[in-house]
């Protein structure tokens, strides 16, 4: 039973350039959430989608969209970095019918923008 | 809004130590409440869970307590061992996870 993939494992970017990360939820999952942790710092919410729509958003701006697909996969977009946007970006998975009780992380992007 | 605390850390241990990491939270409702743990260069994994008062999640030696009245969800462990040496993270989820800012679990052989 394959977990969360998530890639690339690793990313470096500049100043003002946009990036794409991808999650694969863990078999049969059909929510998927991402979170951004900083170094020293516990993960923050940034959306969660279902049936390929956003439901939920933390704090974050409009810079940071996302996509779920058919296969409920998803992806995390980032236009115009900053540098306070380097972080370990996770993905988690989880159950609709189970109320997302259990989230299933995946082993992170990490992204250093320069 | 909702918020979890955790003790300050580092927490620096001999094996076979007894480890108490306290974690206290701020809800609106009835979030069920976890413990994380991070291996270094890893995503996050799930240690254990409570999902209502008075509930004892436990897992691989770790255990913790849903405690409503004092919204504390304290983890603990018997008798700690190198391996065991990590970031814990406590998080509730009530709609979305929130988590507290991590505690850093070194043990010494």
């Known amino acids: 039973d394959a977990g969360v993939t998530q890639s690339p494992t690793h990313l470096i970017k500049t100043r003002g350039q946009q990036v794409t990360l991808r999650c694969s939820p863990k078999?049969?999952?059909?929510?998927v959430s991402w979170y951004q942790q900083a170094l020293g710092q516990g993960p923050q919410f940034i959306f969660q989608?279902?049936?390929?729509?956003?439901?939920q958003r933390g704090n974050f701006p409009d810079r940071f969209s996302g996509h779920q697909f058919p296969n409920y996969s998803s992806e995390l977009n980032v236009n115009a970095l900053l540098l306070g946007d380097s972080a370990l970006y996770l993905c988690a998975s989880s159950l609709e019918r189970e109320r997302r009780e259990t989230q299933y992380f995946g082993p992170g992007t990490r992204l250093l923008v320069l | 809004g909702n918020s979890v605390t955790q003790m300050e850390g580092p927490v620096t241990l001999s094996e076979e130590a007894f480890l108490t990491i306290n974690c206290t939270y701020t809800a609106t409702g009835y979030p069920s409440l976890f413990w994380y743990v991070q291996y270094p260069g890893e995503g996050l994994q799930l240690l254990l869970k409570?999902?209502?008062?008075?509930d004892k999640g436990s897992n691989k030696g770790f255990e913790a307590t849903y405690r409503k009245e004092t919204t504390s969800f304290h983890l603990e462990k018997g008798s700690v061992q190198v391996s065991d040496s990590a970031v814990y993270f406590c998080?509730?989820?009530?709609?979305?996870?929130?988590f507290g800012q991590g505690t850093i679990l070194t043990v010494h052989p």
């Open positions: 998080a509730l989820l009530y709609g979305k996870l929130t």
């Open positions: 409570a999902t209502k008062a008075d």
């Open positions: 989608y279902y049936e390929e729509e956003e439901r």
């Open positions: 078999s049969g999952h059909d929510t």
